[in-house]
């Protein structure tokens, strides 16, 4: 099964892991591997993580104050969402699946 992100997904995971990187040299890199590692985690059971809103889906991101909220189908994850916790929910609602992947 492959992957792939949402346009506004791969933008919030560039900026959130260049937050970290600010703060502490290395922690951005830190960062992105510990969503690798949660992306591995849905790839090998995108049914086990606990339904969020309708379709998707949403798996924790360890260490991390953020969720990765996803969709799946036979044969591909999308990521919707690095959905940090405190942030405003629902932001991500309507996001084109279609259009809007990378």
Known sequence: MKHRYHKAAAQE??????????????????????????????L???????LFDRELRRCPVRKYPFHILYRSNNSEIEIVCLMHTSRRPGYWRGRDTLNESE
Do not use: C, K, M
């Open 44 to 50: 090998n059971g995108p049914e086990t993580f606990e």
């Open 13 to 42: 995971l560039e900026e959130s892991a260049d937050w970290y990187e600010r703060q502490s040299t290395g922690l951005g890199r830190e960062f992105i591997n510990e969503v690798d590692h949660a992306i591995e985690r849905i």
